[in-house]
């Protein structure tokens, strides 16, 4: 679900226009927050693509809230990745 | 006097947005009776690296048709506005047009244009602006905001740019409209097919959720395409958000 990128931010790995696990992802998110009105892309409200922590990226965006994505020099990532329990997910703060 | 105000990076991730700040501004304006704002529109500039923007990089405009007078003390009070209501870390950026007293004015829309596409500095926006006539000023931070700023007045002023701040609202909760109701929206200038097929004043459009129009051709147009409801009598539909997020 996640990539790190060139600044070693937790980056949405699937672009701009993956909706329903965009959707699936925020609704496993205990750190959603709608953006304003005016910023939001998608009718239902409950999307990554919607939240005011993701910072749009060239090709997809940047999560801001949950914490960066590291790689192990097996190229696993540490940190969150995909299917784990984002209920339980500590609150990352901002900078 | 028509007047362009547009305002960029005045927000940080927990802060309200600029497009509350561009509305508190109008409505003060209008509450002062220095005149009468238009809608809001937002336009996206551009996204890369080298550009610090907090999370989408998007600037806010709206025209305000102000008495010859009042021209100053609007600058006035919008850039205090900006110093203390803006959001802590943010860079404000404040850029005030007169088109009609604009000579190039295709100078400012192709600064718009270009700020979509390509990293510019403070320095070149500056320059653009003294050589145009143009109020443009910072406001704390980096002061950054101004490139933004500047490229939303001539994104505005272009015409063919951005969407409306705001969902359309009804007075109740209706499912279809006609096109000829739904030109008697206040904010409904255009009701206009994607594909460029005419539309009949009888047709009817099933409303989406938060429906939303866009500025083209200088105007406020609600985008329709051929209905994928079963009810036969709907002959167009309005557009999903994601298919707006072009403009």
Known sequence: MWRCDQKGNREFAHGKEAWALAAEQAGACALFVADVEEEQVVEEELSCYN??????????????????????????????????????APFYSSP | MRIAISIDDTDNLESRGTGEIASLIAEELQQRGWGSCSYITRHQLYVHPDIPYTSHNSAMCFFADVGEGWLEPVIEYVSEFLEKES??????????????????????????????????????????????????????????????????????????DGRLKGALEFAQPYRML?????????????????????????????????????LLDGASVLLVAASQSSDAKARWQTLHRKQLKAY
Request: proline share 5%; aromatic share 4%.
């Open chain 1, 51 to 88: 939240c005011r922590y993701r910072r749009w990226s060239v090709e997809s965006f940047t999560c801001l809230r949950l914490p960066p994505l590291s790689l192990d020099e097996g190229g696993r990532t540490n940190g969150w990745s995909e299917g784990e329990d984002m209920h339980h």
């Open chain 2, 178 to 214: 006609r096109v000829d109701e739904l030109l008697q929206h206040p904010v409904v200038d255009v009701v206009k097919s994607v594909t460029g097929e005419a539309l009949k004043d009888e047709d009817l459009v099933v409303l989406g959720e938060k429906p939303k129009t866009v």
């Open chain 2, 87 to 160: 959001a802590p870390g943010s860079d404000p950026g404040l850029c005030v047009a007169v088109p009609a007293r604009m000579a190039a004015r295709n100078e400012l829309i192709g600064f718009g244009r270009r700020a979509k596409r390509e990293v510019i500095g403070m320095d070149e926006a500056y320059d653009l602006a003294r050589r145009l006539g143009v109020h443009l000023s910072q406001h704390g931070g980096t002061g950054q905001g101004v490139i933004g700023a500047l490229a939303g007045a001539g994104l505005r002023m272009s015409g063919n």
